[in-house]
């Protein structure tokens, strides 16, 4: 996984994103802007019903809804590289609960958020639907 910070001043958030604004295949790559509200507490929200990956095991296709709700601190994720980073999972074989867990662990490795949680909410399939939360907080100084 490679991600990649942006520093630039409040001037010009975007500068140094090398995605937005570009036609663009799947990635790995995250990118991320300044926020600029870091005295504020918010909750950012990002939602798609499109995921699709595929299981390990058949190669039988798997669709979902990921749900990624964190507060920043000092960074945001640059939406189109979040768009492109999920996307990148299109023809991966993974398990439901690594998915989820690796998309926390990318995004908090990126963006060093207060809190972040990630829902994958994975469709019927044989039967049955899995659905997966996983969340960090970051540890408050002593």
């Known amino acids: 996984m490679s991600t990649r910070k942006t520093t630039s001043s409040a001037k010009n958030p975007t500068a140094g994103l090398t995605m937005l604004g570009h036609a663009s295949q799947p990635s790995k790559k995250l990118e991320a802007f300044p926020n600029l ?5 918010y909750v950012v929200t990002l ?10 095991m058949t190669g039988q296709p798997d669709f979902a809804t990921v749900t990624v709700q964190y507060i920043p601190d000092a960074l945001i994720v640059e939406s189109k ?3 492109l980073y999920l ?6 074989g993974i398990f439901h609960e690594h998915l989820t867990n ?6 908090v490795a990126l963006l060093h958020p207060r809190w972040c949680k990630v829902t994958g909410e994975f469709k ?7 659905m997966v939360e996983a ?3 970051k540890k408050q100084r002593a």
Do not use: A, Q
Request: proline share 5%.
């Open 102 to 107: 690796t998309i926390l662990n990318d995004l």
């Open 81 to 83: 590289s979040m768009k």
């Open 124 to 130: 019927v399939r044989g039967g049955i639907s899995i």
């Open 37 to 41: 509200h870091p005295h504020r507490e």
């Open 47 to 56: 939602r798609t019903d499109e995921f699709t990956c595929v299981c390990p």
């Open 87 to 92: 996307w990148s999972y299109r023809n991966e």
């Open 135 to 137: 969340e960090h907080k």
